[in-house]
């Protein structure tokens, strides 16, 4: 039996179904490597975008790297611009949006992995 490697090389992300014009790339995690330890993913979320309060079960770090995102966060409001950072404990609710006229692009990193069954997302 050959002996398994140490490192992963992902050539494609898996890129989630989306049906709100946001593009997510799951580069590591669940869905794209099998790994639930932890996930990266690229995401660029559209102008005038948002998605429903929830509350992950994971912790969560945002990068943003161009244009800027807004979080409502256990009813606080923080807006990140490119170059800055943001970690959101496990358990908060939170709400992701982009308000404003430009794309947002970013990238997160969830620990352990994202998943649809512990994001707890808000009807």
């Not at 490192?7 to 992300?13: G, K, S, T």
């Not at 929830?54 to 170059?83: N, S, W």
């Amino acid at each position: 039996m050959p002996t398994p490697k140490n490192y992963f090389r992902n050539p494609q992300p898996f890129r989630v179904p989306t049906t709100d014009g946001k593009l997510i790339e799951e580069h590591v995690g669940l869905a794209s490597t099998g790994t639930g330890q932890y996930s990266v993913a690229h995401m660029v979320a559209p102008p005038q975008w948002s998605e429903p309060h929830q509350r992950p079960e994971f912790d969560e770090i945002t990068i943003v790297v161009r244009g800027r995102k807004r979080f409502e966060i256990d009813g606080d409001v923080v807006e990140l611009e490119a170059g800055e950072s943001l970690l959101i404990r496990a358990g908060a609710r939170v709400r992701y949006s982009n308000p404003f006229d430009a794309e947002c692009e970013y990238w997160s990193v969830c620990v352990p992995a994202f998943s649809p069954a512990t994001v707890h997302r808000e009807e």
